[in-house]
């Protein structure tokens, strides 16, 4: 259960139980049900919009070269502040990195995809969080997206990396249409934790993990991050998180429904998603639209 979860249940009036007996009860501390975050200013949020705009672009870039780029921008910044506005926003280079250990109490599974034809729905499923900047804010997104046919099986925003929105977007996921039989996901901390890793185990799902800072094991929604933010949220530049959730909820719904995909042999993911399906009950979609699909 997530922090914000448990924060919502919270009553104040509660005529038996004090507000710290409800903390405890939730475990979670006093201090995190009365902390209000603070918004960032104008002033950090300029270099966060330029960093997340170039790392799309160059996501080798760690925060030394990163740094350059944006004092090349007019942007006087160093790069120790740029290591930590891109920790606050998810962003890794893709290089290896000598200081990448994993949690040291979260399990890393190893990478499965290596080498295999994945070749229907409900095959392979992937996952990942990124970065979505507004006017005044940011938020994060995570989405679960079906490997074989594109389509984005279900999605949460969140104002925290707190593993408990992921969790709810696979449950919804695995909820509305079936189970995959591997999820693919980075080894970052909101995938690796028992919250998300345990509800794969116990729907008997095969987990596999990337290697540490190789974005192309899961190079696809790679891509669907980059359509999503150059095609609705850099152009709209929401104010709020409810009109960032129903820009998306519109841009999704068209890239579902609406947008053919040139790997899809000109279908959309939706329409991909179902022919393989419909067209072959067995679970193996017909290997011409394989190869169109995997070209």
């Known amino acids: 259960m997530s922090l914000a979860w448990r924060r919502s249940k919270i009553e104040p009036a509660h005529q038996d139980l004090s507000i710290a007996m409800q903390c405890r009860l939730l475990s979670i501390s006093r201090s995190s049900y009365y902390y209000t975050p603070v918004p960032e200013t104008d002033e950090t949020l300029a270099p966060m919009t330029v960093i997340d705009e170039a790392f799309m672009e160059c996501p080798w870039y760690g925060s030394r070269q990163m740094a350059r780029h944006l004092r090349r921008l007019g942007h006087a910044i160093g790069h120790r502040r740029v290591r930590r506005l891109m920790a606050m926003m998810g962003l890794a280079p893709i290089y290896q990195c000598p200081r990448s250990d994993p949690h040291p109490e979260h399990r890393i599974y ?27 804010g940011f938020l994060y997104l995570v989405a679960i997206m079906d490997w074989a046919s594109r389509k984005v099986l279900a999605w949460r ?14 449950e919804e996921a695995l909820a509305r249409f079936g189970k995959p039989e591997i999820f693919n996901t980075d080894q970052g901390s909101q ?50 998180g409810s009109e ?10 068209y890239y579902d429904k609406h947008r053919p995909h040139s790997r899809l042999a000109g279908k959309t993911p939706g ?9 072959n009950p067995g679970g193996h979609a017909p290997q011409d639209l394989i190869t169109q699909m995997a070209a």
Request: aromatic share 14%; net charge neutral; proline share 3%.
């Open 244 to 253: 960032l959730r129903a820009g998306l909820g519109r841009w999704f719904a």
């Open 157 to 170: 925003l969140s104002n925290t990396m707190d593993a408990g929105f992921c969790v709810e977007a696979l």
């Open 191 to 240: 995938f690796t934790s028992n919250a998300f890793t345990g509800v794969l185990r116990a729907a008997e799902i095969k987990i596999s993990m990337d290697g540490r800072g190789r974005w192309m094991d899961n190079v696809f929604i790679e891509r669907l991050w980059r359509s999503v933010k150059y095609e609705c949220v850099y152009l709209h530049a929401f104010e709020t």
């Open 110 to 136: 190893p990478y499965l995809l290596r080498n295999l034809e994945i070749t229907h729905p409900n095959h392979v499923w992937c996952a990942d969080v990124t970065y979505l900047p507004m006017r005044r």
């Open 271 to 279: 329409e991909a998603y179902g022919q393989i399906g419909a067209s």
